[in-house]
C-alpha cells in the first residue's frame, strides 16, 4: 500500500467524513478506515481523528492494540491529528484525568468558566462550537494556499497547552488566543475539524495528501 491513507478506526470519531474528504481531495489514493494494527502498520499516512471523551479514547485505544502502530505511525511517516486525535498526543488530559500517548510536550486543559466573559459582558459557552479564524504563528507546507484568518469548524470543551511554543502552528480565539494546531517534523495535528471547514479543510487536507512529512 504505498500510496494508502489509513484514518484509525478505534471505536469513535468521525471516521466516514473525514475519509471521504480525504477521497475527496485524494481520488487516486487509496483511502482506508482500519483497526488493524498490520493494515496501520503498513500506511502511507496516517489519520487520527477523534471525538466523545478522552477516557474512552485512550482505553478503547489500548483495548484495540492500536497504541503501539499509532506511536510507530508518530515516529516516521506524516501524520495528522484531528480534534482529540491532537489532545491524544499530548501527556495528559485534564478530562478524567487521563494519561495520554506523551507523543509531544505539554497537557490538555479545559475552557475555564470563569474567563468565558468578552468585554462588553457577553458570555461565551461551552464548549465552543462552530466557525472561528485560525491564524498560522509560522510558514509549513499544510498551510499552503489558505489564507491566514481562514475559518475552521470547532467543537470542544479542552484545547492543548504545549511545553514548547515552538510546536504551535497556529492560534484562534475564544475569547484568549489557544493553540488550536501544533506542528513537529512529520507530525501536524488540528484542534479544529478540517473534514468540516469546506473550502480551507479541504486545502489544508490536499496539503496534507501532498506532503513529505517534512516541515
Given at each position: 500500500?504505498?500510496?494508502?491513507?489509513?484514518?484509525?478506526?478505534?471505536?469513535?470519531?468521525?471516521?466516514?467524513?473525514?475519509?471521504?474528504?480525504?477521497?475527496?481531495?485524494?481520488?487516486?489514493?487509496?483511502?482506508?478506515?482500519?483497526?488493524?494494527?498490520?493494515t496501520?502498520?503498513?500506511?502511507?499516512?496516517?489519520?487520527?481523528?477523534?471525538?466523545?471523551?478522552?477516557?474512552?479514547?485512550?482505553?478503547?485505544?489500548?483495548?484495540?492494540?492500536l497504541?503501539?502502530?499509532?506511536?510507530?505511525?508518530?515516529?516516521?511517516?506524516?501524520?495528522?491529528?484531528i480534534?482529540?486525535?491532537?489532545?491524544?498526543?499530548?501527556?495528559?488530559?485534564?478530562?478524567?484525568?487521563t494519561?495520554?500517548?506523551?507523543?509531544?510536550?505539554?497537557?490538555?486543559?479545559?475552557?475555564?468558566?470563569?474567563?468565558?466573559?468578552?468585554?462588553?459582558?457577553?458570555?461565551?459557552?461551552?464548549?465552543?462550537?462552530?466557525?472561528?479564524?485560525?491564524?498560522?504563528?509560522?510558514?509549513?507546507?499544510?498551510?499552503?494556499?489558505?489564507?491566514?484568518g481562514?475559518?475552521?469548524y470547532?467543537?470542544?470543551?479542552?484545547?492543548?497547552?504545549?511545553?514548547?511554543?515552538?510546536?504551535?502552528?497556529?492560534?484562534?480565539?475564544?475569547?484568549?488566543?489557544?493553540?488550536?494546531?501544533?506542528?513537529?517534523?512529520?507530525?501536524?495535528?488540528?484542534?479544529?475539524?478540517?473534514?468540516?471547514?469546506?473550502?480551507?479543510?479541504?486545502?489544508?487536507?490536499?496539503?496534507?495528501?501532498?506532503?513529505?512529512?517534512?516541515?
Open positions: 500500500m504505498p500510496d494508502s491513507i489509513v484514518v484509525v478506526d478505534y471505536g469513535m470519531g468521525n471516521l466516514r467524513s473525514v475519509a471521504k474528504a480525504l477521497a475527496h481531495v485524494a481520488p487516486d489514493r487509496e483511502v482506508i478506515v482500519s483497526g488493524d494494527p498490520a496501520i502498520g503498513r500506511a502511507a499516512r496516517v489519520v487520527l481523528p477523534g471525538q466523545s471523551a478522552m477516557p474512552d479514547c485512550m482505553r478503547e485505544l489500548a483495548a484495540r492494540g497504541e503501539g502502530p499509532v506511536r510507530d505511525a508518530l515516529r516516521e511517516r506524516p501524520f495528522l491529528g480534534c482529540l486525535g491532537l489532545q491524544m498526543l499530548f501527556a495528559r488530559s485534564e478530562e478524567g484525568p494519561a495520554c500517548l506523551g507523543a509531544v510536550p505539554g497537557r490538555v486543559v479545559r475552557f475555564r468558566d470563569a474567563n468565558m466573559t468578552l468585554a462588553d459582558g457577553t458570555r461565551l459557552k461551552v464548549p465552543h462550537m462552530g466557525w472561528t479564524r485560525v491564524h498560522a504563528t509560522r510558514a509549513h507546507p499544510l498551510w499552503h494556499g489558505i489564507e491566514d481562514a475559518r475552521f470547532f467543537a470542544h470543551s479542552y484545547y492543548p497547552v504545549p511545553d514548547d511554543p515552538a510546536l504551535t502552528a497556529a492560534t484562534a480565539e475564544y475569547p484568549a488566543p489557544f493553540t488550536c494546531a501544533i506542528a513537529r517534523a512529520n507530525i501536524f495535528a488540528t484542534q479544529f475539524h478540517p473534514e468540516k471547514s469546506q473550502r480551507a479543510g479541504l486545502a489544508l487536507l490536499a496539503n496534507f495528501v501532498a506532503w513529505n512529512g517534512r516541515e
